[in-house]
């Protein structure tokens, strides 16, 4: 079952196109790793999908669902109604390379916020639902810490959890391992793997080749803001026939 489908996604920044007429469907349970070189349009992609960024053209489905556009007077679409964008969001998760938590509020407050202010969900209920999610991320003794309290890996975690607290039906993954650590990027990958083990739908980029090969049922290369390859992990990654992708995993191996 489709989950999400994006049709014919463009996307310019000051007349530069920056994604070129991207179709990508994502099917309910799917892992899904983006990879590509850096300025090839994977995080503008995960902006449009979570409506960060409005695409210039193109349709994009939620759950059957289409989301809803309209041209304004110089002929771009904007978003249709900006209060059905919070209940969008709260079915598609992100999640930051920078982790985006509120500084001034606790784990147990950046967790419960989304769930008691979009979903309306009763605050005791949230409460609970929040420890269940601190004791699933293996950080249950920080619920009363603040983000500067904690490690970046931490902060990570903690933001994965806020994003799961609010159920989405596809969970995105901006770098979400590049800003930390190296010795840090274990805890994160190893929590994405069991997410994605429990059936969490789940796209991915990541300049984590070995996560990518390992966890995805699906890889899309891109380039130059187009999707150049797409396939299972082993079609992309021993790929012969395309050039692009034969030099960008030469120079990844080469790291």
């Not at 014919?8 to 099917?27: V, W, Y």
Request: charged share 25%.
């Amino acid at each position: 079952m489709e989950v999400l489908g994006l049709k014919g996604i463009c996307k310019s920044f000051n007349g530069q196109a920056i994604l070129k007429d991207i179709d990508l469907s994502i099917q309910k349970g799917e892992v899904v790793s983006i990879i590509g070189p850096s300025g090839s349009g994977k995080s503008t992609l995960l902006r449009c999908i979570n409506l960060l960024e409005v695409p210039d053209q193109g349709e994009i489905k939620l759950e059957g669902e289409m989301v809803k556009f309209q041209a304004n007077k110089e002929g771009k679409l904007t978003l249709f109604g900006r209060k059905r964008v919070s209940p969008y969001r709260s079915k598609v998760g992100m999640v930051f390379q920078h982790f985006n938590l509120w500084t001034h509020k606790t784990v147990l407050e950046n967790i419960i916020e989304g769930p008691t202010k979009v979903n309306k969900m009763p605050k005791a209920e949230a409460v609970q639902l929040a420890k269940e999610l601190l004791h699933k991320v293996g950080l249950a003794d920080k619920i009363n810490s603040h983000p500067s309290e904690l490690s970046g890996g931490q902060q990570q975690r903690i933001a994965i959890a806020r994003a799961l607290a609010m159920n989405p039906s596809v969970l995105l993954f901006d770098e979400a391992t590049s800003a930390l650590d190296p010795e840090l990027v274990g805890e994160v990958l190893k929590l994405m793997i069991e997410l994605a083990e429990g059936g969490m739908t789940m796209i991915v980029v990541t300049h984590e080749m070995k996560f990518a090969e390992k966890v995805s049922d699906r890889v899309v290369f891109m380039d130059k803001g187009a999707i150049v390859k797409s396939g299972k992990p082993e079609e992309v990654f021993y790929c012969t026939d395309q050039p692009r992708l034969s030099s960008f995993l030469q120079r990844i191996h080469a790291v």
